[in-house]
């Protein structure tokens, strides 16, 4: 009799049972029918979850994120079943995001945001791209870049749609306005700065910066250009969003912002308008121009600057104090706040007054705005916005871990 090990290179056994009494044979022979039986039902306990685990994987596959896996051993599949669970909860999530976009689609293909994150209308697009110094469609930069169109326009630049004749690739190419350069002699090295900032950052949420130049004194840079829409004109066409996709877009945000810490990196302008949802529900941050290593370089940041969008900005930073990775953990909690609610945590008429209320006031539940919004949820928000930063959560680990044990 051979018995061979199926799962282990186990060289086969010779068992004489000549040599054995009949009983013996006997005994022999029904324990390893046992054996036999018992490694059967064993692998069918195991491949029960696991073709259960196939059958939903190739569900989800189709676009059905309805599969269910209810496993709940403490062993490697149930951990794996776990996975998949929540697998499926981030996928389910993105498409509720994809859904909300495109209701909320402009008819334009690919809008033109004005600096306040909102989508232009075409008499506003014609007039931003006519105004003097624009690089019009059609024209090759650089001896590289044929410019396809203005992508937005902010406080330090413009972002035009470009193609790389060289990479052969659709590229965005962020240029610094003269004006800038002329009222602020620090903001050619703070733009130097930050490609060499960016451009440590590599991650599916950040927005990838490729280059650096200089043409007839013209700075720019080129970075992955982006389909989709700003998270600000999503919340301004919908209003509050659905919790689960406020759930998913905290949790990307904190993604990105995890890996810049990483780097050593504060973002400070951390705002609706500088986070871009691609068609696929993939949430990516841009516009690092203002960041600063957290070991500031000597003279690089003068005392008392405040830096950023007031709205989102701690009371640390409005004062214009040291600054740490925790005014990037209170923007976003403005971030969530605004897309629970439709509306920024303090509302005011004038820039004065608003500063007034963020360093003195606290901002009233979501859920005063939103009876939706679950108490853990609405607890984590107003604590990401204490003024006091030691009460904050302390990263952005931290708060994507919080925000993934949020049940909805």
């Given at each position: 009799?051979?018995?061979?090990?199926?799962?282990?290179?186990?060289?086969?056994?010779?068992?004489?049972?000549?040599?054995?009494?009949?009983?013996?044979?006997?005994?022999?022979?029904?324990?390893?029918?046992?054996?036999?039986?018992?490694?059967?039902?064993?692998?069918?306990?195991?491949?029960?979850?696991?073709?259960?685990?196939?059958?939903?994987?190739?569900?989800?596959?189709?676009?059905?994120?309805?599969?269910?896996?209810?496993?709940?051993?403490?062993?490697?599949?149930?951990?794996?079943?776990?996975?998949?669970?929540?697998?499926?909860?981030?996928?389910?999530?993105?498409?509720?995001?994809?859904?909300?976009?495109?209701?909320?689609?402009?008819?334009?293909?690919?809008?033109?945001?004005?600096?306040?994150?909102?989508?232009?209308?075409?008499?506003?697009?014609?007039?931003?791209?006519?105004?003097?110094?624009?690089?019009?469609?059609?024209?090759?930069?650089?001896?590289?870049?044929?410019?396809?169109?203005?992508?937005?326009?902010?406080?330090?630049?413009?972002?035009?749609?470009?193609?790389?004749?060289?990479?052969?690739?659709?590229?965005?190419?962020?240029?610094?306005?003269?004006?800038?350069?002329?009222?602020?002699?620090?903001?050619?090295?703070?733009?130097?700065?930050?490609?060499?900032?960016?451009?440590?950052?590599?991650?599916?949420?950040?927005?990838?910066?490729?280059?650096?130049g200089e043409v007839d004194g013209v700075y720019f840079i080129t970075m992955e250009f982006v389909e989709g829409q700003s998270l600000k004109h999503l919340i301004q066409t919908r209003g509050s969003l659905p919790i689960n996709v406020v759930l998913t877009v905290g949790k990307q945000l904190c993604?990105?912002?995890?890996?810049?810490?990483?780097?050593?990196?504060?973002?400070?302008?951390?705002?609706?308008?500088?986070?871009?949802?691609?068609?696929?529900?993939?949430?990516?941050?841009?516009?690092?121009?203002?960041?600063?290593?957290?070991?500031?370089?000597?003279?690089?940041?003068?005392?008392?600057?405040?830096?950023?969008?007031?709205?989102?900005?701690?009371?640390?930073?409005?004062?214009?104090?040291?600054?740490?990775?925790?005014?990037?953990?209170?923007?976003?909690?403005?971030?969530?706040?605004?897309?629970?609610?439709?509306?920024?945590?303090?509302?005011?008429?004038?820039?004065?007054?608003?500063?007034?209320?963020?360093?003195?006031?606290?901002?009233?539940?979501?859920?005063?705005?939103?009876?939706?919004?679950?108490?853990?949820?609405?607890?984590?928000?107003?604590?990401?916005?204490?003024?006091?930063?030691?009460?904050?959560?302390?990263?952005?680990?931290?708060?994507?871990?919080?925000?993934?044990?949020?049940?909805?």
């Amino acid at each position: 009799l051979h018995l061979v090990a199926e799962h282990r290179r186990i060289a086969p056994v010779d068992l004489k049972l000549d040599s054995l009494g009949q009983d013996a044979r006997d005994t022999l022979q029904q324990r390893l029918l046992l054996a036999l039986a018992g490694a059967g039902l064993g692998a069918r306990v195991i491949g029960r979850p696991v073709r259960s685990l196939a059958e939903a994987a190739h569900r989800v596959a189709e676009g059905d994120y309805t599969a269910a896996v209810e496993v709940h051993t403490r062993d490697e599949i149930g951990d794996l079943s776990e996975s998949f669970r929540r697998m499926v909860e981030e996928l389910k999530a993105k498409q509720q995001l994809v859904e909300v976009m495109t209701a909320s689609s402009s008819t334009v293909t690919q809008p033109i945001y004005t600096p306040e994150g909102g989508v232009a209308t075409p008499t506003m697009a014609r007039q931003m791209e006519a105004s003097p110094g624009m690089l019009r469609s059609g024209h090759i930069f650089a001896r590289r870049y044929e410019i396809r169109g203005v992508v937005g326009m902010g406080g330090m630049g413009v972002v035009y749609r470009a193609w790389d004749a060289e990479l052969g690739e659709a590229v965005a190419i962020k240029t610094l306005k003269a004006e800038a350069l002329r009222a602020e002699p620090a903001a050619l090295e703070r733009f130097k700065q930050e490609i060499r900032l960016a451009r440590k950052i590599t991650h599916r949420n950040v927005v990838r910066t490729h280059d650096f130049g200089e043409v007839d004194g013209v700075y720019f840079i080129t970075m992955e250009f982006v389909e989709g829409q700003s998270l600000k004109h999503l919340i301004q066409t919908r209003g509050s969003l659905p919790i689960n996709v406020v759930l998913t877009v905290g949790k990307q945000l904190c993604r990105a912002l995890e890996v810049a810490h990483e780097q050593g990196v504060i973002h400070r302008d951390i705002k609706p308008q500088n986070i871009i949802v691609e068609p696929s529900g993939t949430l990516k941050v841009m516009d690092f121009g203002i960041a600063r290593v957290a070991a500031r370089s000597e003279g690089m940041t003068q005392a008392g600057m405040a830096v950023g969008t007031p709205e989102y900005m701690a009371p640390e930073q409005l004062l214009g104090q040291d600054v740490d990775f925790r005014v990037d953990v209170y923007a976003a909690g403005a971030v969530l706040y605004e897309s629970l609610t439709g509306r920024t945590p303090f509302v005011a008429d004038t820039p004065v007054t608003l500063i007034a209320k963020q360093l003195e006031e606290t901002p009233p539940s979501p859920q005063s705005l939103n009876a939706d919004v679950p108490d853990a949820l609405a607890a984590l928000v107003l604590r990401a916005l204490n003024k006091n930063r030691d009460e904050r959560p302390q990263s952005a680990t931290e708060m994507y871990t919080a925000l993934d044990a949020i049940a909805v």
